[in-house]
RNA sequence: GGUGCGAUGGCGAAAUGGUAACGCGGUGGUCUGCAAAACCUCUAUGCGCGGGUUCGAUUCCCGCUCGCACCU
């Protein structure tokens, strides 16, 4: 019994922030006549420019987001005072690669979030089990001991492979068995895509310097600007802070948390620091991904 | 010149007569609806230098060097 049917094709552009992905896309994109799936984590949310590093194109009259000529997805679909999740935009990406291939073009998706990729592209299906506020706030009153604890009694086969100290993972678990009365599913790796994945990872002098020259323009660009208005329109500094990076430190150094002397060469310094870690731990999750074929640039 | 205090890993910083907490940084890693988040591993054969006491000293004693403070 063959399914004969040929994988849809999927180019796959991944590699750590400010390695040049984005360009990368556009060229891929006008080569093989492609639109773009952004994968990124904080461009999803609108008002959140330059402290992204989000592109610069523009909506067009029938609502495409369009950058030099190429369609982008995934970039101002939400609204940063609401949490967007890996699930809503595993529905939105596949919906995305859909749309795209009906135009006849190759869906090339592009960005640093290697959870969001991984969740459209393999056949991860989720539980059922929306985030649920008031069971979480109850949740994070419990040491993460407790919560190991009971989940072990409720899900030993998650509990064996958990990361028994981290309340995040703790908490979605139990919230997963907890409603659902069932455990926690296992997550697939294949994919019902055919896929083609290419990674940019510069050497780390020229990484750094490209991630200090671009914190240095986003200084210039009015990046506390940015994040004061957010904070204006709404945003608690709690939830910025969470954003993390730039919306993180700007936030903390709009409260003077941190000391206002020579505030902006400080916040330059952390950042800088704060992005070259962000770029290992993408790095981490990469590496594991045989598939993926790496160039310097 | 005198007196007092201090001297611990890349940085900050504890404790102790029995062989060096912790935080930052660095390193490697984890990844099931917060993922730019959250979490884990490893990271000083060594406690300014030289003597002494002791079974044993980073810890006590003496001297020296350096730093800080105060005094003449």
């Given at each position: 019994?063959?399914?004969?049917?040929?994988?849809?094709?999927?180019?796959?552009?991944?590699?750590?922030?400010?390695?040049?992905?984005?360009?990368?896309?556009?060229?891929?994109?006008?080569?093989?006549?492609g639109?773009?799936?952004?994968?990124d984590?904080?461009?999803?949310?609108?008002?959140?420019?330059?402290?992204?590093?989000?592109i610069t194109g523009?909506?067009?009259?029938r609502?495409?987001y369009m950058?030099?000529?190429?369609?982008?997805?995934g970039?101002?679909?939400?609204s940063p005072?609401?949490?967007?999740?890996?699930?809503q935009?595993?529905?939105?990406?596949?919906?995305?690669?859909?749309?795209?291939a009906?135009?006849?073009?190759v869906p090339?998706?592009?960005?640093?979030?290697?959870q969001?990729?991984?969740?459209?592209?393999?056949?991860q299906?989720?539980?059922?089990?929306?985030?649920n506020?008031?069971?979480?706030?109850k949740?994070e009153?419990?040491s993460?001991?407790?919560?190991?604890?009971?989940?072990q009694?409720?899900?030993?086969d998650?509990?064996?492979?958990?990361?028994?100290?981290?309340p995040?993972?703790?908490?979605?678990?139990?919230?997963?068995?907890?409603?659902?009365?069932?455990?926690v599913?296992?997550?697939?790796?294949?994919?019902?895509?055919?896929c083609k994945?290419?990674?940019?990872?510069?050497?780390?002098?020229?990484?750094?310097?490209?991630?200090?020259?671009?914190?240095k323009q986003?200084?210039?660009?009015?990046?506390?600007?940015?994040?004061?208005?957010?904070?204006?329109k709404?945003?608690s500094?709690?939830r910025?802070?969470?954003?993390?990076?730039?919306?993180r430190?700007c936030?903390?150094?709009?409260?003077?948390?941190?000391?206002?002397?020579?505030?902006?060469?400080?916040?330059?310094?952390?950042?800088?620091r704060?992005?070259?870690?962000?770029?290992?731990?993408?790095?981490?999750?990469?590496?594991?991904?045989?598939?993926?074929?790496?160039?310097?640039?």
């Open positions: 019994m063959t399914q004969k049917q040929p994988l849809q094709k999927l180019v796959i552009i991944v590699g750590p922030t400010s390695s040049g992905k984005s360009e990368l896309a556009v060229k891929v994109a006008k080569k093989i006549g639109a773009v799936l952004s994968s984590s904080r461009q999803v949310y609108r008002g959140m420019d330059i402290g992204t590093g989000k523009k909506f067009d009259v609502g495409r950058y030099k000529g190429i369609r982008h997805y970039i101002d679909i939400a005072t609401r949490q967007y999740s890996v699930a935009f595993q529905k939105y990406g596949r919906k995305a690669i859909a749309d795209i009906k135009q006849g073009l090339i998706i592009c960005g640093g979030t290697a969001w990729i991984d969740a459209v592209v393999y056949e299906e989720f539980p059922k089990v929306r985030p506020a008031v069971l979480r706030k949740l009153r419990l993460t001991a407790e919560m190991f604890a009971t989940l009694k409720l899900d030993p998650r509990a064996a492979d958990i990361d028994r100290y981290n995040h993972r703790l908490i979605r678990a139990l919230e997963i068995v907890m409603t659902s009365g069932k455990p599913p296992r997550l697939k790796q294949t994919s019902p895509y055919d994945w290419l990674g940019i990872n510069p050497p780390a002098e020229v990484l750094q310097k490209k991630i200090s020259q671009r914190l986003r200084l210039r660009q009015g990046m506390l600007k940015e994040v004061a208005l957010l904070h204006k709404g945003l500094w709690k910025l802070e969470q954003f993390g990076l730039e919306y430190f936030a903390l150094h709009l409260q003077s948390k941190l000391a206002t002397d020579e505030m902006t060469k400080e916040l330059f310094e952390q950042l800088f704060a992005h070259i870690q962000y770029t290992k731990r993408q790095m981490t999750w990469w590496k594991r991904n045989k598939n993926i074929q790496w160039s310097l640039e």
